[in-house]
């Protein structure tokens, strides 16, 4: 009998990758209402590869995913309807402007172009003025509110962040934790892969360190909570330093 309630995300034994190349290996993953989970790792260890795994960009070579317990590889349609995802700025099509990038994503999820959380989410990320300019003019900061802002149209269960938060100035960024924060405690789930933890602080309800495509660490809400904003970073880069170190001796 299917689950009544089954969690927003559940990865069991995961691996993907690009052609034959494996990146990520035996990732196993559960999201529930109202939780935040940071992904972590140093660079290349394979973060935005399992987004991209969870968002359906590349097929997966083993494993399970489900979304809101809808199996992503046999009903792609219906999975990717519940979940938000901030694509690369740099993917964004340069040619269109905001709005109309705003229309198509809308569109693709049968919602009104401006159908946020919030309604005055334009003005709270003050994009007003760029609505009708083309992509290609865009400063990184502005194209990942419109990333932002495509990921939350709609308002779906789920939100997968690939380091999204990147470039925005500081006002931005409180304005988008607090909104994110909102929608967690709302029940929504989120999850991001993030360098930055002197931003995530100790928001998230769990941490997971990737290193080398594996799931490596693990730290639970009351682990988060016993570091503290400032614990949290001498705790992360004394793993990564560990990493590095046990990857010299073999
Ligand atoms: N499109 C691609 N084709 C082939 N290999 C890729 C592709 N994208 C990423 N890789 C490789 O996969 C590995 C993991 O990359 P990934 O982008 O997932 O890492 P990451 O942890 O997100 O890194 P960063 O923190 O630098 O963003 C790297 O070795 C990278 O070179």
Known sequence: MPDANPPLLAVAGVAAGYGRTEIITGI???????????ILGANGSGKSTLLRAISGQIPILAGTIRIAGIDLATAPEHAKRQFGYAVDPADLPPDLTGQQYLELIGSIRGCHPHAWPRDDLITTL??????????????????????????LLGTPPLLLLDEALNGLDPLILARIRRLLAELCAAGHGLVMSTHMLATIGTTCTEMIMIESGRVAHR????????????????????????????SVLF
Do not use: C
Not at 28 to 38: I, K, N, Q, Y
Not at 126 to 151: C, D, E, H, V
Not at 222 to 235: C, D, N, R, V, Y
């Open 28 to 38: 196993d993953l559960t999201v529930h209402p109202g939780s935040f989970t940071a």
């Open 219 to 246: 730290w639970t809400a009351p682990m988060i909570a016993a570091a503290g904003p400032t614990g949290l970073e001498t705790m992360v880069v004394a793993t990564l330093e560990g990493a590095v170190k046990a």
């Open 126 to 151: 003050q994009f007003g003025p760029w609505l009708r300019t083309n992509i290609s003019a865009y400063s990184l900061g502005t194209r990942m509110k419109l990333s932002l802002m495509g990921a």
